[in-house]
């Protein structure tokens, strides 16, 4: 445990306690709970009661009885006050957290309550129940609002599934909830048609599941959203960047985007961001690996000029009309079978319905290129401790030379010295480092910038004790590009 990780704790603190954090924040938060107790302390500080106890009482043995306890009466009228209107005040909070959470949440700020679909329906689940309370229908995704009773406790969960009468299933997004009871759960846009709803909740540990049949109409709250087709592309040779689609909901705004580049046998493939590179896999009867992946931007306090969490690698969308940063929460990309590149959508907070003008700077794009030759080195992985190792990987203009190799809590950490050309920066370049176990090939799980001259490079822990370290490519960083939005078309 580190200093600069008790920092973000510290920083995230004050929306764990307030139940708003995102859910992979809460899980970050809880995991450096349990190991850290200057943190449990400033968390108890956060959650304190507002209504402080009173001190005891003090007086004389004979003189002034009566008129002592007579204070005392009152102090303890008081006290019994200020114990009933806690206790009030956290049962109402409790109660508003499951019905408002709609509130609660930036995203659903824009989202008046009479574009909800009140629900209000509660069905059995083994021991628990469950109540949907409402839905919005957003034409950039389906929220479901719903809780459990009693609370779910460890690594219990409950999972959703989602049709309409016309029989589309809807893919799930994810979910985030309050104290284990009250939960907020995306799901895909539904289709305008769509005149009711089949909610299906399980536990994935006991038998059946419980359903809720709800009838909506998707076209009320999509009178209230936007959009459109923007069929801009910019060309930073050899790729292609695309924006084909626009959804301005009320609840989330998405960007839909394609990226492209020749088949060219010496490019590995092309990466968005701090992202390895993805490419498609073509054989004789189609498509033999396909990937999709799914991204959130990390807090500002995990952002530094060196690090794992780069500045400036990210999309950015401003409204110009107003003069805003539109918060990024998401990238998620998935390779394209048909053509062997890359589709994904940018998902950013909900745009204020006032805005007439936007504009799209793209995160950095790498283009990844294979070593002019095969690079790969073997070793014995060390089972504790580090292991001074001396290895040197080149691929064009830049080399990174293995110093050791540490097992520090479990993952395998590879040091490596980088040396470039010319006066690009480090980060210029990113390196597509992978170990082969036997048959199986892993990743790297995470890269790190040490300073300018040294990266620090994760991978899962191998099983076997002799593997395989391999360059598989290096990507170069390529400029990010800018899209005018016409919103008010």
Request: with cysteine; proline share 8%.
């Amino acid at each position: 445990m580190t200093k600069y990780e008790c920092e973000i704790i510290k920083d995230l603190l004050p929306l764990y306690a307030d139940g708003v954090a995102s859910e992979a924040s809460l899980d970050m938060v809880e995991r450096h709970l349990e190991e850290c107790a200057s943190c449990r302390k400033l968390l108890a500080e956060c959650t304190r009661p507002v209504f402080a106890e009173f001190p005891a009482s003090k007086t004389s043995p004979l003189s002034g009885l009566d008129k002592a306890w007579g204070r005392l009466r009152r102090v303890a009228a008081v006290f019994m006050a200020c114990i009933i209107i806690t206790v009030s005040s956290i049962a109402w909070a409790s109660y508003q957290a499951g019905r408002n959470m709609s509130l609660r949440d930036p995203s659903f700020q824009q989202a008046k309550q009479d574009l909800f679909t009140e629900v209000n329906q509660s069905q059995k689940l083994g021991p628990y129940t469950i109540t949907v309370d409402k839905i919005l229908l957003d034409s950039a995704r389906t929220s479901v609002f719903y809780s459990v009773d009693p609370q779910l406790e460890g690594d219990s969960n409950i999972h959703i599934h989602m049709a309409d009468d016309k029989g589309v299933y809807y893919d799930p997004r994810g979910g985030r909830g309050i104290q284990g009871k009250y939960f907020v759960f995306d799901l895909e846009p539904v289709n305008l048609d769509a005149q009711k709803l089949t909610l299906s909740f399980n536990t994935g540990e006991m038998p059946g599941e419980t359903q809720f049949k709800i009838p909506v109409d998707p076209t009320i709250v999509a009178q209230n959203t936007r959009e459109f087709y923007p069929n801009l592309k910019k060309t930073i040779e050899p790729v292609e960047l695309a924006l084909d689609r626009a959804v301005l909901g009320i609840s989330e705004s998405i960007v839909f985007f394609r990226v492209r580049w020749p088949q060219d046998p010496s490019i590995a493939g092309v990466g968005i961001g701090q992202d390895s590179p993805m490419y498609t896999v073509m054989g004789p009867n189609g498509p033999t690996s396909v990937e999709s992946r799914g991204s959130s931007t990390p807090p500002a306090p995990m952002i530094k000029e060196y690090g794992a969490f780069l500045p400036g690698h990210w999309a950015d969308l401003i409204d110009e009309t107003n003069g805003k940063r539109i918060k990024l929460n998401e990238t998620r990309t998935q390779t394209d079978p048909v053509t062997g590149g890359i589709t994904g959508t940018f998902h950013f907070d909900p745009v204020d319905p006032s805005a007439r003008e936007l504009k799209l700077t793209s995160p950095p794009l790498y283009l990844y290129r294979f070593p002019a030759e095969e690079q790969t080195m073997e070793f014995n992985c060390p089972r504790q401790g580090e292991q001074a190792l001396n290895g040197v990987f080149s691929c064009g203009a830049v080399t990174y030379s293995l110093e050791k190799v540490v097992i520090e809590d479990k993952p395998l950490i590879c040091y490596f010295n980088f040396k470039g050309s010319g006066d690009k920066p480090p980060h210029y370049y990113r390196p597509e480092f992978c170990i082969k176990d036997q048959e199986f090939r892993h990743k790297h799980i995470r890269m790190e910038w040490l300073d300018e001259n040294h990266v620090k490079i994760s991978f899962p822990m191998p099983e076997n004790d002799r593997i395989t370290l391999q360059l598989r490519s290096v990507g170069e960083r390529m400029p990010k590009v800018d899209f005018e939005l016409d919103a008010a078309r």
